[in-house]
């Protein structure tokens, strides 16, 4: 049995069809009960319900599972606690198989996010667990936060400037890499880099969309301190908002992107492009 957390969001949903397609036996981690029909339906055998904060959360759902996937939360500012609980709950339970959801280049201390999963991942190597260490770029799926101003208004929104250059990678791919992780040997002790192949200025992922969708489609840029107000008003806490605009401020002097090689000897194909998905999206 495996366990995923944070099953219910946008990563663990896909992880746990992925692991379904193969026929991985799952448990399903979410937050609320509420939750547990949904992950059912996606094909997780079992569910438990309850707070990543909350020790006893842990023990119950590791009971009787030999591997974890663990996804924390999005912009959660304690998740080196999280991370330390989930690896207490693996060790008491015989866990063989502890699988982090990390991001890519955790090593930078400018993206508090990023640096945070740094310490988990230094957690885990402390641990003594057989383990995989997964570091996935930003998905082409966080287009479709802006999807509607993308097709409606021919826009595309970025909070810094037009010419950074970003390497997307789809979350279907990571999926389907995480299932591969989770239920075929000789993946112990490997951390992996997951990107996809196109590293683009957004004034290329803007005529690509325009490409794909059959109409105009430019890159804009708007200002950091609109989209912070935007975001705290859509109900973004300060953690959030001051990390990701951290994050944008990265992404605009350094750029951000990966090498897709590993994610293709993974997959044993090459990953998807961003005209690949933009086409497949249906909403
Ligand atoms: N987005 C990207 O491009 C990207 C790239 C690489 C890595 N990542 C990483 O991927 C991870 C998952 O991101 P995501 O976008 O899939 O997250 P998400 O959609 O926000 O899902 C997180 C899930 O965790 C649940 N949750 C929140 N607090 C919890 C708590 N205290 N106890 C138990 N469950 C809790 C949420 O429950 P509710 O449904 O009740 O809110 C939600 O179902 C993050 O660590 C992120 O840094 C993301």
């Not at 057989?130 to 570091?135: A, D, E, H, N, R």
């Not at 479709?144 to 789809?170: F, K, N």
């Not at 880099?193 to 969309?209: K, R, S, W, Y």
């Amino acid at each position: 049995m495996i366990l995923v957390s944070g099953a219910a969001g946008k990563t663990g949903r896909t992880v746990i069809r992925a692991l379904a397609a193969r026929g991985a036996a799952v448990r399903a981690m979410v937050r609320r009960p509420e939750q547990v029909a949904s992950v059912q339906e996606l094909g997780a055998q079992d569910a438990v319900a309850g707070d990543m904060r909350d020790p006893a959360t842990w023990i119950a759902a590791l009971a009787g599972t030999d591997a974890v996937y663990h996804i924390c939360p999005n912009m959660a500012p304690d998740e080196v606690a999280m991370g330390e609980l989930a690896l207490q709950a693996a060790r008491r339970a015989d866990v063989t198989h502890f699988v982090y959801h990390s991001v890519l280049h955790p090593q930078t201390e400018m993206m508090r996010h990023h640096w945070n999963k740094l310490r988990v991942e230094e957690q885990i190597f402390a641990s003594g667990l057989p383990f995989t260490i997964l570091q996935p770029a930003a998905y082409m799926q966080n287009l479709l936060a802006s999807w509607d101003t993308i097709t409606a208004e021919g826009v595309y929104r970025v909070p810094y400037t037009v010419e950074t250059r970003l390497g997307m990678v789809d979350l279907e791919d990571v999926a389907a890499a995480a299932a591969i992780v989770l239920t075929q040997p000789g993946h112990e002790c490997a951390t992996y880099e997951l990107c996809g192949p196109n590293v683009l200025t957004q004034i290329e992922v803007a005529a690509i969309l325009a490409r794909e969708l059959g109409r105009p489609v430019g890159a804009e840029t708007i200002p950091l301190e609109a989209w912070a107000q935007e975001a705290r008003s859509a109900g973004l806490g300060d953690f959030e908002v001051q990390t990701l605009t951290d994050m944008f401020r990265y992404y605009e002097r350094y750029g951000f992107w990966g090498n897709s090689r590993v994610l293709s000897w993974l997959l044993g194909r090459p990953p998807t492009s961003l005209a690949t998905f933009v086409a497949s999206v249906q909403l």
